[in-house]
């Protein structure tokens, strides 16, 4: 059976870091028998990141790599019935999520002192207090500055607002009135928008950013649909 390792259950998603969700919806998806397994230190993964697939004795770092992985071991295409115009659009929706929403929440989640704290209570709440005294602030001075080498956590709160809004309205944009955002099942790009979305308008504590996010209907109707069609089983 299929292992999952990711960032255990927080704040309403079934990982807390989006990735990880986005991976348990392709699995979900792609009929695979798997199990989950929670964790939190990534020291010991290949990339020093998670999520991390582990078939057997193979181990797979990377969520785009564990999508490759899952469509060739189990001959399943998470874009069946996409034209190449779509595929071209999925891919380009999928990277923007990734290298550009993303960071506008980790800038959130990481900069705010209202949801660090929380952030970081979640984090340590079953490690020793030595733990969270030893490695809290050298973790969020590392979050801060990936964001800040990526150029986000350069921008104020009212420019990162103006990116959010560009990156809302682009998949508003594709989604129309469409169930899902190619047509009436999820595709790959969906198991992606959804967890990302609902990263963005559910923050350990509530920002003007992650307001806009939870206020739009249209987005977040299209996230309910989302779970109710990918993410059977999991808690949250």
Known sequence: MLKLITFPPAFGAPSMSP??????????????????????????????????????????????????????????????????????????????LEEHTYFIGLVERWSSEDNWQIMRRKMFENAPKWMEILLANKIRKKMLAQAYAQGM?????????????????????????????FGAAPTAADATAVPFLITMAHMPAATKISKHFAADKTLMDYVERGKAAMYQGLKS
Request: proline letters at 3%; one cysteine or more.
């Open 153 to 181: 956590a350069r921008h104020s709160e009212k420019e990162r607002l103006q990116l959010a809004k560009a990156d809302m309205a682009a998949i508003r944009t594709v989604l129309g009135d469409k169930d899902f955002l």
């Open 19 to 96: 990735f990880g969700t986005k991976v348990m919806c392709l699995l979900n998806m792609s009929g695979a028998e798997w199990q989950v397994h929670y964790a939190g230190d990534t020291r010991k993964s290949p990339k020093k990141k998670l999520p991390v697939l582990k078939d057997g004795d193979k181990i797979i770092p990377d969520s785009n790599a564990i999508r490759a992985y899952l469509e060739q071991k189990l001959d399943f295409d998470f874009d069946a019935g996409l034209s190449a115009e779509q595929r071209a659009t999925s891919h380009m929706l999928i990277k923007m």
